[in-house]
């Protein structure tokens, strides 16, 4: 079977650092016919010379408001709609595209006619604190374990921003000038409410690492928590009610999976929900034990949960002595959640890589 065409699209805000060698990935794995367009995004460093030295096609965007990665892809997709690809594949600037994963993402939303999404992974530096190897752990059943289960029963999975395909004629129907936080998980829930949810191939990947400053991973971390809680309250129940209405099983699951909470977010309210119980069987008596009970089995289950997550995913990250340290990392990330309440993230912000 002959490959589609690809165009391999890079927004890039000042990435001089890093792009080059994202884009030596890149380049062995085209073929005639094949662009790679670099959209240097509001960039005051050197990103397009060295996208343009590396041997890319490069635009340069600069607007004194709307900014963002998505108005960025936006940008980049009018560009390429002029000679428009089969195939658009989104990839970030720094990150690294095993050989191969172009040809297998490009033929997969090819014939299925829907998004395709990579494995996605970051990784931990050699030197990582115990914090970045949990981190690196949770991002691995997020965006690795709980795919991969969708994918064996034959259900879609979410977008993670890098790593992306999709068929030409749905691009031209993508929604991407904004500047939401977490603009990949916004587009598959809405691509997924247009009737095209993006499907998981776990056989091709793209690998980054994580920011080595402190305050790169608390900026990061905090755009991604505040970007997730924000789809899951505005979007998570519309699609779950649109797939319950047309009884598509697809969408359902889809929605249920985004309606998951962050990982630590959902550890500390299944310990709340256990002590309000504990509080109301002290107050009101054995008779409202029932609610104890049932927080009990939750909490119980989610434990179980984690160590079997942990068996398979994270035993090369976190030894078994530092998985007790996991309750104390779902404690630390009580301020993040604090602050969506009382002072939520809405501006997109890149995170510095130092």
Excluded at 140 to 166: D, E, I, S, Y
Excluded at 224 to 234: A, N
Excluded at 324 to 347: D, E, N
């Amino acid at each position: 079977m002959k490959r589609p065409t690809v165009a391999v699209l890079v927004p890039a805000h000042n990435e001089q650092e890093v792009i080059e060698s994202t884009l030596r990935t890149l380049l062995p794995q085209l073929q005639a016919g094949d662009r790679l367009l670099v959209v240097a995004d509001n960039c005051t460093d050197d990103t397009a010379q060295v996208a343009r030295a590396a041997g890319a096609e490069v635009v340069e965007r600069s607007h004194a408001s709307d900014r963002g990665k998505g108005f960025a892809l936006d940008f980049g997709v009018r560009y390429l709609a002029r000679n428009p690809p089969d195939v658009l594949v989104i990839v970030d600037a720094d990150c690294w595209v095993e050989p191969g994963s172009l040809q297998r993402l490009a033929n997969l939303a090819m014939t299925q006619g829907r998004p395709v999404q990579s494995l996605d992974l970051m990784l931990p530096n050699a030197a990582a604190s115990l914090k970045q190897r949990l981190a690196a752990w949770a991002w691995r059943v997020k965006n690795w374990a709980r795919p991969l289960g969708w994918h064996r029963l034959g259900w879609p999975c979410q977008l993670m921003g890098t790593g992306m395909a999709f068929p030409w004629p749905i691009v031209q129907g993508m929604d991407l000038a904004n500047g939401h936080l977490v603009e990949d998980m916004k587009l598959g829930a809405d691509l997924a409410l247009a009737g095209a949810p993006p499907l998981f191939c776990p056989s091709a990947r793209v690998t980054s690492e994580f920011p080595t400053a402190i305050a790169a991973q608390q900026s990061q971390r905090k755009r991604w928590e505040h970007g997730h809680l924000s789809v899951l309250q505005s979007l998570g129940p519309k699609l779950l009610w649109r797939g319950l209405r047309s009884g598509n099983v697809a969408v359902v699951a889809m929605a249920l999976d985004l309606l998951v909470p962050p990982l630590a977010l959902l550890g500390v309210v299944l310990c709340g929900l256990w002590l309000a119980s504990l509080v109301l069987v002290l107050v009101a008596g054995a008779a409202w034990a029932a609610p104890l009970v049932l927080a009990t089995l939750l909490i119980f289950l989610f434990q179980v949960t984690l160590w079997q997550a942990w068996q398979g995913w994270g035993r090369d990250l976190v030894s078994a002595h530092e998985w007790l340290s996991v309750p104390g990392y779902m404690l630390a990330k009580l301020p993040i959640y604090a602050g969506y309440v009382f002072r939520r993230q809405k501006a997109w912000v890149r995170t510095e890589r130092k």
